[in-house]
């Protein structure tokens, strides 16, 4: 460890980011300050009260702030685990915290979700990562940690850096499973290969994993996605290992019954993430001339829906 | 007219059967009985009140019934209007009151829907119709006439015959719109490209066509769907006008906004009439070898949706 604790600002403080950087500060390891709005009179007063599989904990935040602009360190990392949305302005929300030496990390779903970013602070590194984690905030300052927990992390668009190296130490202390990887896109279309599917669909027709798994002809629908998702990656240049399909649909079938989150979003009325997840996708697609027509009728209809 | 009146016996009678067969009594051209199930004791006791845009009329069947059976005459015409649902083996329902010289009238949506009834019946000539009408019933005997009124009559699988005339006769005289057409199977085709997209895409987002044709991807979708309904229709013999699509979608986005019938079913938590409409028209696509990836992703899903 190097002798100053890493100062992190922690922007978007949902669920994810007040679990993971909550483990960081919980553990002694990192100063972390958050900025956020909906919950910010709760957390001020008291900070998170994260419970879970792996223990309870409380994170007290060294700050709480509704803004960037309130925040007046220099923060080695911006943590954005915000949702990403149409019609914001993330550049324009974090800069005013963005100093000479950030490093900008995102632990976002989707693809194409760290070029706004690359073209607003240019001279600064991002860091992109992924997260495999069910967790889910149930009250202001309340979260539940209910499934994994870890992360994986990469230079954007590629390669690893001494900070990433950081990031694993850091979060390898704080018991976090972690990985750094040079092809961090190649992760997101994987996961992709998932959520492209399961989350809109789980959606569309109000069905958890098994109800969805039990129907031959939903399967093949899943399937059929799935390949269109993989043939998008590998046009794009981060082909997926040909067995990943199959094993992906094996492991959903032996897990347990489970709600993808824009499911749960849908059904608390939240906004769903679907262009970062699936609108980008078929604009990938577009782009390089790859046919996918069911994820577009996926996605056409998933777009309708939210605007109910 | 011939001397006699014609003798019909109308099996499932909803809405649409009340409402023609009811213009045929009720203009004094036609013995109509009914066989009807969940309206029973109203219709035994007061008959059909129908009402809408051409005026009101009380629709008095010459005997009312629970199943074919009790039936005790020898019907001219035994119409079909019930909805096509799996699992219901309607040549059983309606054997009981086939007579030597009756003529079977379907009055129903989808494709593929006269051929259980063709092998059940081989010496019977059957009639397949379709009705271009807005009619609901909106409580028990009680229907409200909305929009249209016309029918079109054929012989299954093709022809016209000397009975089709007889109806286009009667319902002319009855003040009902009506065509004869040798080629009613590519009415039904004509059909399955607005109904194929439209009911299911309508239910799974919830939206009126209003709603749907306000978004250029999901009108992109529906033109697709279409491009599918249309290649199957041609793959199967029945090659539908190269204008038709870009009609359909012009002559809806011109119409006032409309809850296609599937949405109305699903609200008020009906069965829908999904293999008869749609998983008919992908398994012809597949014995065809005819692509239909949007066809099926939307099929798939409102299949799911239909077992919650």
Redesign the interface.
């Known amino acids: 460890m190097t002798a100053a604790k890493s100062k992190i600002l922690l922007f978007g403080a949902g669920a994810v980011g007040a679990y993971f950087c909550g483990k960081l500060a919980h553990a002694g390891l990192a100063d972390v300050a958050v900025v956020c709005r909906s919950d910010y009179e709760t957390v001020k007063e008291r900070g998170y009260r994260i419970a879970g599989k792996d223990g309870d904990f409380v994170f007290r935040p060294a700050g709480v702030y509704r803004t960037a602009a309130e925040y007046r360190g220099a923060a080695d990392y911006l943590f954005v685990t915000s949702k990403v949305l149409p019609g914001i302005d993330l550049p324009q929300l974090i800069r005013a915290a963005v100093g000479p030496q950030t490093v900008i990390v995102l632990i976002q779903n989707g693809i194409d979700i760290e070029t706004d970013l690359a073209t607003a602070f240019p001279g600064h590194e991002i860091i992109s990562s992924i997260a495999y984690i069910g967790v889910t905030r149930v009250a202001p300052g309340e979260v539940i940690h209910l499934d994994g927990g870890r992360l994986k992390f990469g230079v954007y668009p590629r390669g690893v850096s001494s900070h990433t190296e950081q990031l694993v130490r850091l979060f390898t202390a704080a018991g976090v499973p972690v990985a750094a990887t040079a092809e961090i896109m190649r992760a997101r279309w994987e996961k992709l290969v998932w959520n492209v599917p399961f989350n809109p ?1 789980s959606v ?4 958890d994993t098994a ?2 798994m039990a ?1 031959p ?2 399967v ?2 899943l399937r ?2 799935m390949e269109e998702v993989c043939a998008t990656a590998a046009a794009a240049g981060w082909a997926q290992p040909a067995t990943m399909i199959t094993e992906q649909l094996e492991f959903t079938r032996g897990f347990k019954p489970y709600k993808p989150s824009m499911l749960i979003d849908y059904e608390n009325g939240r906004p769903m993430e679907i262009e970062a997840i699936i609108g980008n996708v078929v604009r990938t697609a577009a782009r390089l001339n790859v046919p996918v ?2 994820i ?6 998933i ?3 939210n ?2």
Chains 1, 2 share one sequence.
Do not use: G, V
Request: proline share 4%; aromatic share 8%; hydrophobic share 45%.
């Open positions: 669909i569309l027709t109000r069905s109800q969805l129907d002809d939903m093949a629908l059929a996605t027509p069911h577009f009728s996926i996605y056409a209809m777009k309708r829906l605007r109910r």
